[in-house]
């Protein structure tokens, strides 16, 4: 194998590990970010009971200045009673004084209906709030414990970006800007070995005559069905020679 080739491998190993930190991140990171998830839903929950309690609370300030209001009404119909000169007067007076008597009772009932939803209401924000607080404690327990590895990894990641940017300078441009161009259609399956006389990118086999300047040639080579820069790995070099 000619040193463009072996680093045009070591490359592609480089790559793949470089790709592969993502994946490796998700996979840490999954079950805190179920636990975050978790946590915005029982947030968004307790911001729409924080809507419903202030909905509740209007309507009970409404009916309690409903109640003061229709008081008031009763004592100026009371006050009225006094100068009632005809029965029409009286009755009309006594309709009135029956219509503010129901709408507070009325105004009385809709307050205890709203005070008992408002206690369970309440108490709901009690146990969501409590929740949200034990997500919390998860969420600070996971990331403790998933530091070491996220650290580990993202110092992995730093040291191969490195060695991608040390290797690539040793790399003819010609041959480099190639490997870029395979590698963003075939990612990291851009250089592949032939085993048993098969690109192990595409796993067709290749004809005795393809395969034979493969082993010969020192020049990089690509399979003829996908594309693909091919290597013989040493094993299969060190058989084609015997």
């Given at each position: 194998?000619?040193?463009h080739?072996?680093?045009l491998?070591?490359?592609?190993?480089?790559?793949?590990?470089?790709n592969?930190?993502?994946?490796?991140?998700?996979?840490i990171?999954?079950?805190?970010?179920f636990?975050?998830a978790?946590?915005a839903?029982?947030?968004?929950?307790?911001e729409?009971l924080d809507?419903?309690?202030a909905?509740?609370?209007?309507k009970?300030s409404?009916?309690?200045?409903?109640?003061?209001?229709?008081?008031?009404?009763?004592?100026?119909?009371s006050?009225?009673?006094?100068?009632?000169?005809t029965?029409?007067e009286?009755?009309?007076l006594?309709?009135?004084?029956?219509?503010?008597?129901?709408?507070?009772?009325?105004?009385h009932?809709?307050?205890?209906?709203?005070?008992e939803?408002?206690t369970?209401?309440?108490?709901?924000?009690?146990?969501?709030?409590?929740?949200?607080?034990?997500?919390e404690?998860?969420?600070a327990?996971l990331?403790?414990?998933?530091?070491?590895?996220?650290k580990?990894l993202?110092?992995?990641?730093a040291?191969?970006?490195?060695?991608?940017?040390?290797?690539?300078s040793?790399?003819?441009?010609?041959?480099f800007?190639?490997?870029?161009k395979?590698?963003k259609?075939?990612?990291?399956?851009?250089?592949?070995?032939?085993?048993?006389?098969?690109?192990?990118?595409?796993?067709?086999?290749?004809?005795?005559?393809?395969?034979?300047?493969l082993v010969?040639?020192?020049n990089?080579?690509?399979?003829?069905?996908c594309?693909?820069i091919?290597?013989?790995?040493?094993v299969?070099?060190?058989?084609?020679?015997?």
């Amino acid at each position: 194998m000619n040193a463009h080739l072996k680093h045009l491998v070591e490359l592609s190993t480089i790559d793949k590990e470089i790709n592969s930190f993502e994946p490796k991140m998700a996979k840490i990171t999954e079950k805190l970010d179920f636990f975050i998830a978790s946590k915005a839903k029982l947030e968004k929950s307790l911001e729409a009971l924080d809507t419903e309690l202030a909905d509740i609370k209007e309507k009970r300030s409404k009916n309690d200045i409903h109640i003061a209001q229709k008081k008031d009404k009763l004592e100026e119909i009371s006050k009225k009673n006094k100068d009632v000169t005809t029965e029409k007067e009286m009755k009309a007076l006594q309709i009135e004084e029956e219509i503010a008597k129901e709408q507070i009772e009325f105004a009385h009932t809709e307050i205890v209906r709203l005070d008992e939803l408002l206690t369970k209401k309440e108490e709901e924000k009690v146990e969501l709030e409590a929740e949200i607080k034990e997500e919390e404690e998860t969420i600070a327990e996971l990331r403790t414990s998933i530091e070491g590895e996220i650290k580990t990894l993202e110092d992995n990641r730093a040291t191969q970006s490195q060695n991608k940017v040390k290797l690539s300078s040793q790399i003819d441009t010609k041959i480099f800007t190639f490997y870029e161009k395979v590698k963003k259609w075939a990612e990291d399956t851009t250089v592949v070995p032939v085993k048993k006389q098969a690109c192990y990118g595409c796993y067709m086999k290749l004809n005795d005559t393809v395969y034979a300047n493969l082993v010969k040639s020192e020049n990089i080579m690509t399979c003829p069905h996908c594309g693909r820069i091919l290597y013989i790995p040493e094993v299969e070099e060190e058989a084609s020679a015997k």
